[in-house]
């Protein structure tokens, strides 16, 4: 009596995928990504961000070398706690909503401090640069004897008019590139079908055992 062995049956859904031309992976991928990057732009609110900018000015005891190293220091406090606890007052939100929502930027070759705020309300935004801004200039103005520095309001916030987020158009081609991506990166790595590698496929051959274990 003997046994003949065979290779086992592979899925029939397995072997539909596998038949699909090599293509379609990368369009799924393309497809679905557009469609999940385009619904988060959709479904996340847009963000408005408003810039105030202040200027560090030497005083007759100083000179424009010490403003410019002064403007990186404040740059570096604008976000502290000192500062953001008295420009709540007057932004009218919480300490912790301007911590997350208040950068400040400098640049080495001007002594000026840029403070962006962002929010989902475009007054908003501009209210808290410049609350900011002017909780900044205020604790500038207390150490102006020490430092001989002080800053100065170079450009208010204004309402923005257009959200900085990117748009739902926008998300859905980054969405459909990512989903491109990853789709071709599965095509390298799936297994390959017969024949795609070039050479010819020949099948195992079937192993028969007596019943004493004899081939």
């Not at 029939?12 to 385009?38: E, K, Y």
């Not at 560090?56 to 220091?73: I, M, N």
């Not at 008295?86 to 301007?98: C, H, I, K, Y």
């Not at 923005?160 to 739902?168: D, I, K, M, N």
């Amino acid at each position: 009596m003997t046994e003949t062995l065979t290779a086992p049956r592979r899925p029939a859904a397995l072997s539909r995928a596998r038949a699909l031309p090599s293509w379609t992976l990368i369009a799924a991928g393309v497809v679905a990504g557009g469609l999940l990057g385009g619904g988060y732009g959709l479904a996340k609110p847009p963000t408005y961000a408003a810039t105030s900018y202040v200027v560090a000015v030497p005083t007759e005891k100083s000179d424009p070398a010490s403003a410019l190293g002064f403007a990186q220091a404040y740059g570096r406090v604008a976000t502290q706690l000192a500062v953001l606890g008295d420009a709540q007052v007057w932004a009218g939100v919480p300490v912790r909503t301007l911590q997350s929502s208040v950068q400040a930027a400098t640049s080495p070759d001007a002594p000026m401090v840029a403070i962006t705020a962002t929010s989902a309300r475009p007054d908003l935004a501009a209210d808290m640069a410049n609350a900011v801004a002017r909780a900044l200039t205020r604790h500038a103005s207390d150490t102006k004897a020490e430092t001989n520095v002080e800053l100065q309001q170079f450009a208010r916030a204004t309402r923005p008019t257009a959200p900085s987020s990117a748009s739902p158009s926008v998300t859905g081609l980054v969405g459909a590139s990512a989903g491109g991506l990853l789709g071709g990166l599965v095509l390298l790595v799936r297994p390959r079908r017969t024949g795609e590698s070039g050479r010819p496929s020949v099948p195992a051959p079937a192993v028969a055992v007596d019943a004493h274990g004899q081939l």
